[in-house]
């Protein structure tokens, strides 16, 4: 049995084990790592002792190592990264990039709930990376509180974890789940599974951020779990443990926690629709919109028809409207310099080049790389 010591060298001395681990749960311990060469900090994580010491170890680790294949291919934002898989005598770890933050439950515990602005923040990210996920045809079958790192001071969280993905092809799983968290389907093998399955898990997690207080009050630290629900428990709506929860919050909760997967959300989208946040998003479009009078519409509409020329071209327009220069007319560095800052933060990917002693624009560079 291999449990890697504070201070021991590993990987042909690339890394160097940091104290105790981060963090063990039903299969894997997770160790922090300092690579001396750079510097920096790493995550790596193996299977545990209760995992090494199973007659199926080989097996088990084929299929740990396999499931960190799939996830080093993602790359989002919200998603943790994964860098390489090593081996280190019998076993092997997966390196991913450190967080340097607390787990969302830890969090909650030491802050108390959440406000509703603070809890969407979150679950808009990580309903993003999901949705990212689900297209790729997986799913995450994990989605918890203590599985979304919060990168310190940034307000920006990280999925991590994906031990329980599976492809969506894949019908039968294993059962595999966390009370509170795992929708009903999860107890069967064979269940209904689709992106519905996360949407629950999700609704869940913005539950708890939500009610925390109310809950611990009532001695619980999850939402009802689902087989409980099945047979005799109700769940309470959000509202009853925190009457300041907007009706809108309260009503997208319950319907992503339907028990019955067929009349549950049926996507995260529609989930993150539900809740206001794709709503915000177009807001915030229109605010952007009559800001300083521009229209950014038909550029953005370039941009994600990823039609470089034309929306280079469509940036030049609308910026000498902003300035009152005719068609055809460059800019002065000074111009530019002095242009209205609130309108070059909008188009975000704009990128002012210079070349032959004049300024001109792309988007294309910026967005290609
Ligand atoms: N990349 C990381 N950076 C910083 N902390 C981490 C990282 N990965 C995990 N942790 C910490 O360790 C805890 C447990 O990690 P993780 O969820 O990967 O394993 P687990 O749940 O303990 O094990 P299992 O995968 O068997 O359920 C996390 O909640 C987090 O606090």
């Known amino acids: 049995m291999i449990i890697w010591q504070p201070g021991q060298p590993i990987n042909n001395d690339r890394f160097i084990i940091q104290g105790k681990p981060l963090g063990s749960g039903g299969f894997g311990i997770t160790y922090k790592a300092l690579e001396p060469k750079t510097g920096k900090l790493y995550a790596i994580k193996t299977l545990n002792s209760t995992m090494q010491l199973r007659e199926d170890f080989a097996e088990q680790q084929v299929k740990f190592i396999n499931e960190a294949l799939t996830i080093k291919g993602f790359d989002h934002t919200h998603i943790l990264k994964v860098y390489e898989v090593i081996q280190e005598g019998q076993l092997f770890g997966v390196v991913t990039e450190y967080i340097d933050g607390e787990n969302l439950f830890k969090y909650v515990q030491n802050k108390g709930q959440l406000s509703e602005a603070e809890a969407l923040l979150y679950i808009d990210q990580i309903g993003k990376a999901l949705e990212y996920i689900h297209e790729?045809?997986?799913?995450?079958?994990d989605i918890k509180p203590q599985n979304i790192l919060?990168?310190?001071?940034?307000?920006?969280?990280?999925?991590?974890?994906?031990?329980?993905?599976?492809s969506m092809a894949n019908k039968s799983m294993t059962i595999s789940l966390t009370e509170g968290y795992a929708p009903i389907e999860q107890y069967w093998d064979k269940g209904n599974f689709g992106p519905h399955t996360d949407v629950y898990a999700l609704a869940a997690t913005l539950y708890y951020l939500l009610t925390a207080d109310g809950l611990k009050q009532d001695s619980k630290s999850?939402?009802?779990?689902?087989?409980?629900?099945k047979q005799f428990d109700l769940l309470a709506k959000p509202k009853f443990y925190n009457q300041s929860l907007s009706q809108r919050v309260n009503d997208a909760i319950l319907q992503g926690m339907e028990l019955e997967p067929e009349n549950r959300t049926p996507t995260v989208l529609k989930f993150r629709e539900n809740l206001g946040l794709v709503n915000i998003e177009n807001e915030q479009e229109i605010?952007?919109?009559?800001?300083?009078?521009?229209?950014?519409?038909?550029?953005?509409?370039?941009?994600?028809?990823?039609?470089?020329?034309?929306?280079?071209?469509?940036?030049?327009?609308?910026?000498i409207k902003a300035v009152g220069k005719k068609s055809g007319?460059?800019?002065?560095?000074?111009?530019?310099?002095?242009?209205?800052?609130?309108?070059?933060?909008?188009?975000?990917?704009?990128w002012v080049?210079?070349?032959e002693g004049r300024f001109g624009f792309s988007v294309q560079n910026v967005l290609n790389t």
């Open 287 to 319: 605010q952007l919109k009559s800001e300083v009078g521009m229209d950014y519409t038909k550029l953005r509409d370039l941009l994600a028809a990823r039609n470089w020329k034309q929306a280079d071209k469509e940036t030049y327009e609308v910026m």
């Open 329 to 350: 007319d460059w800019f002065t560095s000074n111009e530019l310099l002095n242009f209205p800052c609130q309108d070059l933060r909008t188009i975000d990917q704009l």
């Open 136 to 141: 790729k045809g997986h799913l995450h079958r």
């Open 150 to 166: 919060l990168r310190e001071n940034k307000q920006e969280a990280v999925l991590i974890d994906f031990g329980s993905t599976r």
């Open 222 to 229: 999850t939402p009802v779990p689902a087989y409980k629900r």
């Open 353 to 355: 080049e210079y070349s």
